[in-house]
């Protein structure tokens, strides 16, 4: 087989499948659970991984690390796509299990892709065979399992969360691609840095996009008189569909910047015009829209709780309308949430308690607070002096801090907006 021959039949398998990594050493991103002394790389290194459920966002290597467990075990593995898999085909594996642990001693691991696809009648055919150790189960899922799998399953599962991948790690992707013989090695390349950044940013932390984008750069250009071919930042945005940000990364950053601080500064002019400034540059309007989320509690918290409402509502109406209805709702926040009363005392008051909560080591729950269905009968007795708000009209003094901070006061409500009336309700209840 010639390299022309080689060429070709490269194409016919996608560039993410070509690149993807066969072991821990060779994978990108995602250091908080593959670091070499992590939990994780050490149970696959002495192949004594537990049953696990991978939860991020797609492209960020959930499927690739099933593929290194794989690669790396000595044991039975088996793949499901609960899309396209039933209660038979788990059924099967099962029994693959059974025999390989009692004729041969042998482990047996089932990767099942999307697992939250499937419902509580197939996952509970999975129970008894992940709880007797007959089969390892591991789960890979763009959803909350804690939200969209049967918590049974979930108990039985140590969660890794995998986070959108930084620049940084699809950049190096990206070059790791074009040099690769698994990759591009064996075409001659030419690709400019601000193409291949503007692939990586607008990738949006899915290194699967990245990879396409780049794949269709590559095979849709014409090489030319010297069989070079050449990527330009025009073939890059074609590549990804999207135009490329009308400003270099610095000035990028500052005007997200100034948008933010325009919320902050209840400037709803400057800020309806920093977002089309944005938008018309080329970035995903969902980046705006959970900006706007996030400084609806940052900045303005109970002094008017319907920011909150407001900037959801806009966040859940983009994602349905998309362009370019969706900017409508999203530009109704932003004024909302820029004329709305503000206050930080929300914020403050989370942060102190996580200061405190790092801090104190030694907290103790209060016995009153205490769960007592399966305390001892001293427990119970001291746990009967908790007493009910409802029996008291809806309140009643008693302490819910630990005695290490007894008398602690996160929350401190301004004289702004709706926070005024909480002051009031607090000061009525003695706080």
């Known amino acids: 087989m010639d390299l022309f021959d080689l060429m070709e039949e490269k194409k016919n398998i996608p560039l993410a499948e070509r690149m993807r990594p066969s072991t821990l050493k060779e994978f990108i991103g995602q250091e908080h659970i593959v670091s070499p002394t992590s939990l994780l790389s050490r149970a696959i290194k002495m192949d004594n991984l537990g049953s696990c459920i991978f939860w991020g966002p797609p492209g960020t290597g959930k499927s690739t690390l099933a593929n290194v467990i794989a690669n790396s075990t000595g044991s039975a593995f088996f793949k499901l796509n609960a899309v396209s898999s039933g209660v038979g085909d788990v059924k099967k594996v099962i029994e693959e299990g059974v025999n390989n642990r009692k004729l041969y001693g042998k482990r047996t691991y089932l990767f099942l892709d999307e697992c939250h696809r499937f419902n509580k009648a197939q996952c509970d055919s999975l129970l008894s ?64 840095e601000d193409a291949l950044k503007h692939i990586a940013n607008l990738s949006a932390g899915d290194l699967r996009v990245a990879y396409n984008a780049l794949e269709m750069a590559v095979l849709t250009t014409t090489p030319d008189e010297n069989g070079v071919i050449k990527i330009t930042l025009k ?65 303005i918290g109970m002094a008017d709780p ?126």
């Open 129 to 192: 065979a992940v709880e007797s150790g007959d089969v390892i189960f591991i789960g890979s899922t763009t959803e909350n399992p804690y939200a969209s799998m049967t918590p049974a399953i979930v108990s039985r599962c140590r969660i890794f969360e995998l986070k959108r991948l930084s620049t940084k790690n699809i950049l190096e992707a990206l070059y790791k691609a074009i040099s690769s013989k698994n990759g591009f090695g064996d075409y001659n390349i030419e690709i400019g």
């Open 235 to 299: 073939d890059a945005e074609e590549s990804i569909q999207r135009k490329a940000l009308s400003f270099d990364e610095t000035l990028y950053y500052d005007i997200l910047s100034a948008f933010c601080k325009s919320l902050r500064g209840s400037d709803s002019d400057a800020a309806l015009y920093y977002m089309q400034r944005l938008v018309e540059g080329g970035l995903d309007p969902l980046i705006i829209a959970r900006r706007v989320v996030a400084h609806a509690s940052e900045d």
């Open 306 to 431: 319907n920011a909150m409402v407001q900037a959801t509502s806009a966040l859940l109406a983009y994602e349905r309308l998309g362009l370019p209805e969706g900017l409508l709702p999203i530009s109704q926040a932003i004024v909302y949430v820029c004329e709305a009363e503000k206050s930080n005392a929300v914020y403050l008051a989370m942060h102190s308690a996580k200061e405190d909560a790092l801090k104190i080591r030694d907290d103790t729950v209060p016995p009153h607070l205490k769960n007592t269905g399966y305390k001892s009968e001293e427990s119970k007795a001291l746990s009967k002096n908790y007493k009910y708000p409802h029996d008291f009209g809806g309140y009643i003094p008693q302490q819910y801090l630990p005695d290490e901070l007894k008398g602690r006061v996160y929350y401190n409500p301004t004289d702004n907006g709706y926070e005024k009336v909480v002051k009031e309700i607090r000061k009525k209840k003695g706080k």
